[in-house]
């Protein structure tokens, strides 16, 4: 029987994305993770990507099937998902699946209610059922989150010295 795999990648263009990893360098990144993880398994893989869209959820909504309707590849796939023929979901970082814990909660149980497992290229496997593994995966997000905010802030500050400089912002 061949494994089904679902492969979920997400990038953000930025200014110093030479040094980030686009949409195929995750991609890759993962199918070598699976090349080393089932050196003898037939694996059928379907990728699905999310390009120049942020990780973070929208305040204004509540509902999962709302908070990724801007992110057609991560609906695609949880839609795919619902048939219930997927074994496993793998992402290069958890951060890619999500910046924010109770998003990111919400995607996993979503998984995990799929009878999907849940690995990243980085880390390994997620036991879905266990809630210390949980409770790290809302650790992780938590510090996303809060990185997400710095990174916010330092580039309004710039951008705002910039301006009372005189530069133009494009």
């Known amino acids: ?3 089904k795999v ?4 997400r990038f953000s263009p930025r200014r110093n994305a030479a040094l980030a990893e686009s949409n195929q360098a995750q991609t890759d990144k993962c199918c070598e993770w699976l090349r080393i993880q089932f050196p003898e398994q037939r694996i059928t893989a379907c990728i699905y990507a999310d390009e120049a869209l942020s990780g973070k959820a929208r305040d204004d909504v509540e509902l999962l099937e709302d908070l990724i309707q801007d992110r057609p590849g991560l609906k695609g796939m949880l839609e795919t998902l619902k048939s219930g023929d997927g074994d496993l979901v793998v992402v290069y970082d958890l951060d890619r699946l999500a910046r ?19 690995a ?3 880390a390994g496997f997620i036991d879905l059922s266990d809630d210390g593994a949980e409770l790290m995966c809302f650790i992780m997000w938590w510090g996303a989150k809060q990185e997400r905010k710095k990174i916010g802030k330092r580039t309004s500050e710039a951008m ?7 530069r133009r912002i494009d």
Do not use: E, V
Request: proline fraction near 3%; charge should be positive.
């Open 6 to 9: 679902y492969i979920y990648t």
């Open 100 to 118: 924010d814990p109770f998003l990111g909660m919400a995607i996993i149980r979503a998984i995990r209610c799929r009878g999907a497992k849940l």
């Open 160 to 166: 705002k010295r910039h301006q009372d400089a005189g």
């Open 120 to 122: 990243t290229a980085n």
């Open 1 to 3: 029987r061949r494994m």
